[in-house]
T-cell receptor
């Protein structure tokens, strides 16, 4: 059973701070990693994907991957109240063209004005 | 362009009744997934369709659940003899052969 674990939170940060979200995965063969953002009552929205060890930056978001430690994280710089949402870590587990996702339980982030 | 659409957006049913949930993927997307999101279990994979290939049904929780995809486009998820534990948000997602999945708005199912 492939597993994806996230620190359950909730995580509360002040506006302007850095929010750090963490995820570990059990399948050492995993090659792709995704971060989804889900606002309350809405469907998940992809915000970052990462495939190689190291950092990937997109605006205020940075994804970090360490395959040796089976660890992927998401940093949100200059956090805004609009970043308040649940962040889901997801790893494809199907193989071939089957990208069925195994999700972590999510971390609820609250950014306080 | 149009995203993934799902209907109905909300469904309330009585225990023991059958329900059908519909998903219309993004035009041209060959891959379609159904997921379920419940408070206790998080977001779980149910079933995957890719073109004319046999679907991956490995996530279906019981034989009361079935799904079909006609003409490689619209998909219907059917739950027979609904139980209270089936109450959840059912999400559909599609992609075009790349890994990025686009989710629909979901159907919120409540079984009384």
């Amino acid at each position: 059973q492939k597993e994806v674990e996230q620190n359950s939170g909730p995580l509360s940060v002040p506006e302007g701070a850095i929010a750090s979200l963490n995820c570990t995965y059990s399948d050492r063969g995993s090659q792709s990693f995704f971060w989804y953002r889900q606002y309350s009552g809405k469907s998940p929205e992809l915000i970052m994907s990462i495939y190689s060890n190291g950092d990937k930056e997109d605006g205020r978001f940075t994804a970090q991957l360490n395959k040796a430690s089976q660890y992927v994280s998401l940093l949100i710089r200059d956090s805004q109240p609009s970043d308040s949402a649940t962040y889901l870590c997801a790893v494809p587990s199907g193989g071939g063209s089957n990208y069925k996702l195994t999700f972590g339980k999510g971390t609820l982030l609250t950014v306080n004005p | 362009g149009a995203g993934v659409s799902q209907s109905p957006s909300n469904k309330v049913t009585e225990k023991g009744k059958d329900v059908e949930l519909r998903c219309d993927p993004i035009s041209g997307h060959t891959a379609l997934y159904w997921y379920r999101q419940s408070l206790g279990q998080g977001l779980e994979f149910l079933i995957y369709f890719q073109g004319n290939s046999a679907p991956d049904k490995s996530g279906l929780p019981s034989d009361r659940f079935s799904a079909e995809r006609t003409g490689g486009s619209v998909s219907t998820l059917t739950i027979q003899r609904t139980q209270q534990e089936d109450s959840a948000v059912y999400l559909c997602a599609s992609h075009s052969g790349f890994e990025t999945q686009y989710f629909g708005p979901g159907t919120r199912l409540l079984v009384l």
